[in-house]
């Protein structure tokens, strides 16, 4: 389970984030590009854009049920 303490600070601030648990796997990236970025240094996603629709929502929601290591969360500030 994502822990918002441990998000990463790339994360705009909203419910969504990622936390240092992420593996770079791409799927949150292919599932909701309009609110996942590569963070290329780092080698892990972020947040770069809170769902701003209901299909941005489903989306994000899709990405947080289907991520791997549980590194999404939506409990963020």
Request: aromatic share 8%; charged share 30%; with cysteine.
């Amino acid at each position: 389970m994502a822990d918002a303490a441990n998000k990463y600070p790339q994360n705009i601030t909203g419910s969504y984030y990622v936390d240092d648990q992420c593996i770079d796997c791409d799927l949150c990236r292919e599932t909701a590009p309009a609110n996942f970025k590569r963070d290329d240094d780092g080698g892990h996603s972020f947040v770069f854009k809170q769902p701003e629709s209901d299909d941005e929502r489903a989306l994000a929601e899709e990405a947080l049920a289907g991520c791997p290591v549980e590194a999404i969360g939506r409990d963020g500030e």
